[in-house]
């Protein structure tokens, strides 16, 4: 049975900006996040998801998010911006024509796309949603110890991304 | 526009971690987004329905009587069938009559011409 229309109104609008975000930064384009956030609470609604309570719908939500976000990205082959040998554990990450155009602004979710899709997933339920690793575990069904070791690694290469494109930036403005 | 200190790999893990909260909020929806939802789930259960609701005592009569019906059809179906079986059967039996008849006549020849021949055979 579909959930009843105001109380459905009333679910999107408390959860559609983190559904956005998570197909957003997932995906990397906004046409295709808009697209599996509808479709996310759209499979809410024909579910007829027995919800107890916020928590247990965001619950939901999120995992049902981050399998659509990631089931439409790979559809698209998006791949990362990096080359596969640019990503190496402790390796030289300039790219082979030299080091990448600095934008005006560096920010966080445009290195974030350079990352693999496991380690994005892992860093975004961490740093947006706040989630512990044992409820990233639970959720997507993974060995709480691969969720620490794709934090782990998306954080080294969060950081030292980061200070290469920041060094770059602070240099052509000063 | 704030200069953010660039030394990351001087920095402790939790400033970065600190860092990547503050810049992995979550980003405004769509305008309008609730509104297309809303729009889509609608037409999604909208069903164009052709309900033809009965007054409610002529409903039980009008069940049992299609009830009825059921059961005789399949009674008469059963029927049917049985007849239809018995006469392939029948057909089946002639056939075999025939073949078993044919094959008789073909080795009373045969003996004849055996014996015709002087070659004698048991019986």
Same mark, same amino acid.
């Given at each position: 049975?579909?959930?009843? %229309?105001?109380?459905?109104?009333?679910?999107?609008?408390?959860?559609?900006?983190?559904?956005?975000?998570?197909?957003?930064?997932?995906?990397?384009?906004?046409?295709?996040?808009?697209?599996?956030?509808?479709?996310?609470?759209?499979?809410?609604?024909?579910?007829?998801?027995?919800?107890?309570?916020?928590?247990?719908?965001?619950?939901?939500?999120?995992?049902?998010?981050?399998?659509?976000?990631?089931?439409?990205?790979?559809?698209?082959?998006?791949?990362?911006?990096?080359?596969?040998?640019?990503?190496?554990?402790?390796?030289?990450?300039?790219?082979?024509?030299?080091?990448?155009? *600095?934008?005006?602004?560096?920010?966080?979710?445009?290195?974030?796309?350079?990352?693999?899709?496991?380690?994005? *997933?892992?860093?975004?339920?961490?740093?947006?949603?706040?989630?512990?690793?044992?409820?990233?575990?639970?959720?997507?069904?993974?060995?709480?110890? %691969?969720?620490?070791?794709?934090?782990?690694?998306?954080?080294?290469?969060?950081?030292?991304?980061?200070?290469? %494109?920041?060094?770059?930036?602070?240099?052509?403005?000063? | 526009?704030?200069?953010?200190?660039? #030394?990351?790999?001087?920095?402790?893990?939790?400033?970065?971690?600190?860092?990547?909260?503050?810049?992995?909020?979550?980003?405004?929806?769509?305008?309008?987004?609730?509104?297309?939802?809303?729009?889509?789930?609608?037409?999604?259960?909208?069903?164009?329905?052709?309900?033809?609701?009965?007054?409610?005592?002529?409903?039980?009569?009008?069940?049992?009587?299609?009830?009825?019906?059921?059961?005789?059809?399949?009674?008469?179906?059963?029927?049917?069938?049985?007849?239809?079986?018995?006469? #392939?059967?029948?057909?089946?039996?002639?056939?075999?009559?025939?073949?078993?008849?044919?094959?008789?006549?073909?080795?009373?020849?045969?003996?004849?011409?055996?014996?015709?021949?002087?070659?004698?055979?048991?019986?």
């Amino acid at each position: 049975m579909a959930i009843e %229309t105001g109380e459905f109104r009333r679910l999107i609008e408390t959860h559609q900006r983190m559904v956005f975000s998570l197909s957003l930064r997932i995906t990397g384009d906004y046409a295709t996040a808009e697209e599996v956030a509808q479709d996310v609470f759209l499979a809410l609604h024909r579910s007829g998801e027995q919800l107890c309570s916020d928590d247990h719908t965001r619950f939901w939500l999120r995992r049902v998010t981050v399998h659509r976000a990631t089931d439409a990205l790979r559809r698209r082959s998006v791949r990362p911006e990096s080359a596969a040998d640019e990503w190496t554990e402790g390796g030289n990450f300039e790219t082979s024509a030299g080091r990448s155009p *600095v934008a005006l602004e560096a920010r966080v979710e445009d290195i974030l796309r350079l990352l693999p899709e496991p380690l994005r *997933v892992a860093i975004l339920l961490r740093y947006q949603e706040d989630m512990l690793p044992d409820e990233i575990a639970l959720m997507l069904g993974q060995p709480v110890a %691969t969720v620490k070791t794709h934090l782990r690694r998306g954080l080294e290469f969060l950081r030292r991304k980061a200070a290469v %494109t920041l060094k770059e930036y602070v240099r052509g403005t000063i | 526009m704030e200069l953010f200190d660039a #030394k990351f790999e001087d920095q402790s893990d939790d400033h970065f971690e600190e860092y990547l909260h503050q810049q992995l909020r979550p980003v405004p929806e769509p305008r309008g987004f609730a509104d297309r939802v809303l729009a889509r789930a609608e037409s999604e259960s909208a069903v164009p329905a052709k309900v033809i609701v009965m007054p409610s005592r002529r409903r039980v009569w009008t069940s049992g009587a299609v009830a009825a019906a059921t059961l005789l059809a399949g009674l008469l179906t059963q029927q049917v069938e049985v007849r239809r079986q018995r006469h #392939k059967a029948e057909v089946a039996q002639q056939q075999f009559d025939a073949a078993m008849r044919i094959t008789g006549e073909t080795l009373d020849e045969t003996r004849q011409q055996l014996r015709d021949a002087g070659v004698e055979i048991g019986k």
